[in-house]
T-cell receptor
Framework: EDQVTQSPEALRLQEGESSSLNCSYT??????LFWYRQDPGKGPEFLFT???AGEEKEKERLKATLTKKESFLHITAPKPEDSATYLC???????????FGTGTKLQVIP | DAGVIQSPRHEVTEMGQEVTLRCKPI?????LFWYRQTMMRGLELLIY????????DSGMPEDRFSAKMPNASFSTLKIQPSEPRDSAVYFC?????????????FGDGTRLSIL
């Protein structure tokens, strides 16, 4: 069974204080790893897809990286508007089914 | 472009009543997914459709839950009879066929409270 573990569960940063969120996964035949952002009262919003170890994607202050066992979401000089829950999800094998982690709740203090 | 549209946004009803949640996927997307989100269990896939056909319903918790997709632009998730433990946020998502690992795009959910 595919497993996705995210850490930490919650993270509080000062504005401008860079950090990383972790997503560890156990799957058979990774086809894609997805990062989403979820704001309170909203659905998850797609950020990135990573397909293979060594791949990196960037968007504004966010950078996602992938190894064979985990993915990191690096947040550089975060702003209060980056506060949200960040979800990681994996798709494996020949299936469309995607397994989500339970997320990291990020709070950025001005 | 219009995203995934879900209705109602909030539903409060009494135990034993029938509940119907509705979803309109993004035009041109041919895969549709229903999820349930709770604090304890996070996002759980209930069922998904390809080209209006149910492919995997192994996440549907009980026979009280059923889902239909009569056409490419509409799907329903029905709970009958509802129970307090069904209280959660239910999300619908759509994507193009995931042969190319396309991401799922989510609606803003239906917050369901069963009293």
């Amino acid at each position: 069974e595919d497993q996705v573990t995210q850490s930490p569960e919650a993270l509080r940063l000062q504005e401008g204080e860079s950090s990383s969120l972790n997503c560890s996964y156990t799957v058979s035949g990774l086809r894609g790893l997805f990062w989403y952002r979820q704001d309170p009262g909203k659905g998850p919003e797609f950020l990135f897809t990573l397909y293979s170890a060594g791949e990196e994607k960037e968007k504004e202050r966010l950078k996602a990286t992938l190894t064979k066992k985990e993915s990191f979401l690096h947040i550089t000089a975060p702003k209060p508007e980056d506060s949200a829950t960040y979800l990681c999800a994996v798709q494996a094998g020949g299936y469309q089914k995607v397994t989500f982690g339970t997320g990291t709740k990020l709070q950025v203090i001005p | 472009d219009a995203g995934v549209i879900q209705s109602p946004r909030h539903e409060v009803t009494e135990m034993g009543q029938e509940v119907t949640l509705r979803c309109k996927p993004i035009s041109g997307h041919n895969s549709l997914f229903w999820y349930r989100q709770t604090m304890m269990r996070g996002l759980e896939l209930l069922i998904y459709f390809n080209n209006n056909v149910p492919i995997d319903d192994s996440g549907m918790p009980e026979d009280r839950f059923s889902a239909k997709m009569p056409n490419a632009s509409f799907s329903t998730l029905k709970i009958q009879p509802s129970e307090p433990r069904d209280s959660a946020v239910y999300f619908c998502a759509s994507s193009v066929r995931q042969g190319d690992n396309q991401p799922q795009h989510f609606g803003d959910g239906t917050r369901l409270s069963i009293l």
